[in-house]
């Protein structure tokens, strides 16, 4: 595995009852970048962050994280060693509050995870750490209010926090932006930016625009294959990928770089 990746997968296949949903996919994430997993509908994207996080088993292929073959372990193992995902929809604690729900996230630090008796003043040491992360996801002023009652692009941040508090090297993001509104696409896309300062994000995304503003490589599936890979500027022009879009290769694929 080359030095400057964190993660690479090695003719990575999935086939459910005949149906090849992960076909044979060689990909390697550097460390320190913002690599985008894009592609239309049903190209594979979600099946392949499964098999990155051990919810599905491979059929065939390799998955290496920091050098180590990863195929055959759990995805609590996986986690642990600091690859750490979020989901398409929010998951948070709805009647928890903005502090609690990452106060949680940092718990398994103090091996209190199910001490059920304890008091939950019992994890007040962890207020500064969980006030750290709010305050990175811009949420350090809401950390009093009960998660239920943040709108849709603050959960997700939220979301985001509760992710950062397991100190991932490399974070998935599925679908980050899913169901936004201009405003706060643009906010949890700045926040990406500054969750990436200090570690690696693979993101499955459908917005192009996030897209050609973030993403340092970009990698695109289709009917689970690799098609393309390099900067926006790459495989924007690319035939196979304006295709895959928009059913010609004369058109032209959204976004700016």
Known sequence: MAADAIIETRGL????????????????????EIHA??????????????????????????ILFKGLDVTAKGAAEIARLGLVRSFQMSAVF??????????????????????????GASLSRLDARALELLETVDLAGLARTVAVD????????????????????LLLLDEPTQGMGREDVERVTLLIKRVAAARTVLMVEHNMQVVATIADTITVLQRGRIIASGTYADVSRDPLVIEAYTGSADAQLGGSP
């Open 13 to 32: 296949t999935k086939e459910f009852k005949g149906f090849v949903a992960v076909d044979a996919c060689s990909l390697r994430v550097r460390r320190g």
């Open 37 to 62: 997993l894009i592609g239309p509908n049903g190209a594979g994207k979600t099946t392949f962050f499964n098999l990155l996080t051990k919810f599905l088993t491979p059929t065939s292929g390799r």
């Open 94 to 119: 709805p009647h928890l509050t903005v502090l609690e729900n990452v106060r949680l996230g940092l718990q398994r630090k103090l091996g209190t995870s199910f001490h059920f008796w304890k008091s």
């Open 150 to 169: 943040l709108p849709y692009g603050r959960k997700r941040a939220l979301e985001i926090a509760t992710t950062l508090a397991a100190d991932p090297e």
